[in-house]
């Protein structure tokens, strides 16, 4: 690398560093909140609003373009306090059917648990359980460390490092990449298994199927060609909610099983995984007693659990091809 070469790997180097500390601070906090708010107070509170703000102008559904906003007011001592926090880190921009599940999950009028921070009566959440902020930033922090690596070892060594056959050593970030997210799949499908092996011994009430309907979703792929085509694909999901009622709390699940949500490429087969829960139809709602808002109507059901292991499969089946592949270019 020529001075100004180096210049600008050096400014990579500390850029990616300065993230990736950042990042690893930002996800230390955020597991001590949740840690923290599983043992805040417990108060009544009740949903003013629920919806999903997204663009105007139609957009690939598969794009993180949505937020889903709920507020509720609820009442600590004498003073009353309205807020939108679902869960501890606040409402990330997501795609518009997780929006909707989400907002699904909180109709207006509905009664609900608030969690409030006894220190802080204004600091509360609806949902004290949620994680999907720290896959998150668990994501970014693996990334932006890995880049990290790379440009401080370029920056020490002065130059792009190769193999002794010629190939850069960053393209090794494709396999670890593939090996990250295999283990990341393993560890979902133990999540999910434990908690199948839990809510089967949880209390069950009596509930009712509110929706069960097939959403169809438009996602947009661009062409490699020259004129920049836009290719639509339909994909299909099942819209699943039932109504139970925990004490004085009216409740909504979206939950069946388990197992990571079906996507489907025919409507058929997501019209025949609906009508497994037809509108109307009674059920037996498993709920966590310590969150009722946590529910399932198959606490053992297999469907979808082995979609994990399959994707960390294919994951770490890619990972491997791609590290041999550099392995024996690299060094043969």
């Given at each position: 690398?020529?001075?100004?070469?180096?210049?600008?790997?050096?400014?990579?180097?500390?850029?990616?560093?300065?993230?990736?500390?950042?990042?690893?601070?930002?996800?230390?906090?955020?597991?001590?909140?949740?840690?923290?708010?599983?043992?805040?107070?417990?108060?009544?509170?009740?949903?003013?609003?629920?919806?999903?703000?997204?663009?105007?102008?139609?957009?690939?559904?598969?794009?993180?373009?949505?937020?889903?906003?709920?507020?509720?007011?609820?009442?600590?001592?004498?003073?009353?306090?309205?807020?939108?926090?679902?869960?501890?880190?606040?409402?990330?921009?997501?795609?518009?059917?997780?929006?909707?599940?989400?907002?699904?999950?909180?109709?207006?009028?509905?009664?609900?648990?608030?969690?409030?921070?006894?220190?802080?009566?204004?600091?509360?959440?609806?949902?004290?359980?949620?994680?999907?902020?720290?896959?998150?930033?668990?994501?970014?922090?693996?990334?932006?460390?890995?880049?990290?690596?790379?440009?401080?070892?370029?920056?020490?060594?002065?130059?792009?490092?190769?193999?002794?056959?010629?190939?850069?050593?960053?393209?090794?970030?494709?396999?670890?990449?593939?090996?990250?997210?295999?283990?990341?799949?393993?560890?979902?499908?133990?999540?999910?298994?434990?908690?199948?092996?839990?809510?089967?011994?949880?209390?069950?009430?009596?509930g009712k199927i509110t929706s069960s309907t097939v959403i169809e979703e438009l996602?947009?792929?661009?062409?490699?060609?020259?004129?920049?085509?836009?290719?639509?694909?339909?994909r299909y999901q099942v819209d699943l909610r039932y109504a139970y009622r925990v004490?004085?709390?009216?409740?909504?699940?979206?939950?069946?099983?388990?197992?990571?949500?079906?996507?489907?490429?025919?409507?058929?087969?997501?019209?025949?995984?609906?009508?497994?829960?037809?509108?109307?139809?009674?059920?037996?709602?498993?709920?966590?007693?310590?969150?009722?808002?946590?529910?399932?109507?198959?606490?053992?059901?297999?469907?979808?659990?082995?979609?994990?292991?399959?994707?960390?499969?294919?994951?770490?089946?890619?990972?491997?091809?791609?590290?041999?592949?550099?392995?024996?270019?690299?060094?043969?």
């Amino acid at each position: 690398m020529d001075s100004i070469q180096l210049l600008w790997t050096q400014i990579g180097a500390g850029v990616s560093t300065v993230l990736f500390g950042g990042t690893l601070f930002n996800l230390l906090r955020l597991r001590s909140r949740i840690a923290a708010a599983a043992r805040w107070t417990r108060v009544e509170g009740v949903i003013l609003a629920s919806e999903v703000h997204a663009p105007l102008v139609p957009v690939s559904d598969d794009q993180d373009d949505a937020t889903p906003t709920v507020r509720y007011r609820y009442r600590v001592g004498e003073r009353e306090f309205e807020s939108d926090r679902t869960m501890i880190g606040g409402e990330p921009l997501t795609t518009r059917m997780l929006a909707r599940r989400l907002v699904a999950r909180y109709p207006v009028g509905a009664l609900v648990d608030v969690h409030v921070d006894p220190k802080d009566p204004a600091n509360a959440v609806l949902d004290p359980t949620h994680t999907s902020n720290l896959a998150a930033l668990t994501a970014l922090m693996v990334t932006f460390g890995a880049i990290a690596a790379v440009l401080i070892a370029h920056t020490i060594a002065g130059r792009v490092l190769y193999t002794s056959n010629g190939v850069p050593l960053f393209a090794f970030l494709l396999p670890a990449a593939a090996f990250a997210a295999a283990i990341a799949s393993v560890l979902s499908f133990a999540g999910k298994r434990r908690l199948a092996s839990a809510s089967s011994g949880w209390p069950t009430v009596p509930g009712k199927i509110t929706s069960s309907t097939v959403i169809e979703e438009l996602i947009e792929e661009h062409s490699d060609d020259d004129e920049g085509r836009i290719k639509i694909i339909r994909r299909y999901q099942v819209d699943l909610r039932y109504a139970y009622r925990v004490g004085r709390r009216d409740l909504v699940g979206l939950n069946a099983h388990w197992g990571w949500t079906g996507v489907y490429g025919l409507r058929d087969l997501a019209g025949a995984e609906a009508s497994r829960y037809p509108e109307g139809q009674a059920v037996t709602v498993y709920y966590d007693p310590q969150h009722p808002a946590n529910a399932v109507l198959e606490p053992g059901g297999r469907q979808g659990s082995a979609a994990p292991l399959a994707f960390g499969a294919v994951c770490a089946i890619v990972g491997m091809g791609f590290l041999i592949f550099f392995l024996r270019v690299g060094f043969a």
